[in-house]
């Protein structure tokens, strides 16, 4: 079983930045796509953003042009640079891995705050 480890959460202020990133056990290089999710108490977990293999990136709608999302196979990692950090990015966010033959892994959630 493959596992996922977030890191990076924490409190910060709104107009603030935070990295998370994502450590893989094991080679990333199966990893058709790799991404984040974030969920709120009462709420579905939803997509915060994707990046493929190649490197292609798609992001929600309400974090374009603020987070970037970006993969190093290299050294197993995934990571989401997260800026202009507003109240409602609070949330648990999940890292999320699709592998070519079709299992899929969740890491345990880091917890992001944006509070003054």
């Known amino acids: 079983q493959r596992q996922l480890v977030e890191s990076g959460g924490g409190l910060v202020q709104p107009g603030g930045s935070l990295r998370l990133s994502c450590g893989a056990s094991g080679s990333t290089f199966s990893f058709k796509y790799m991404g984040w999710y974030r969920q709120t108490p009462g709420k579905e977990r939803e997509l915060v953003a994707r990046i493929s293999r190649d490197r292609t990136t798609m992001y929600a709608d309400s974090v374009k042009g603020r987070f970037t999302l970006s993969r190093d196979d290299l050294a197993n990692t995934m990571a989401l640079q997260m800026n202009i950090l507003k109240p409602e990015d609070t949330a648990v966010y999940y890292c999320?891995?699709?592998?070519?033959?079709?299992?899929?892994?969740w890491g345990k959630g880091t917890l992001v705050t944006v509070s003054s």
């Open positions: 999320n891995a699709l592998e070519y033959g079709g299992m899929e892994y």
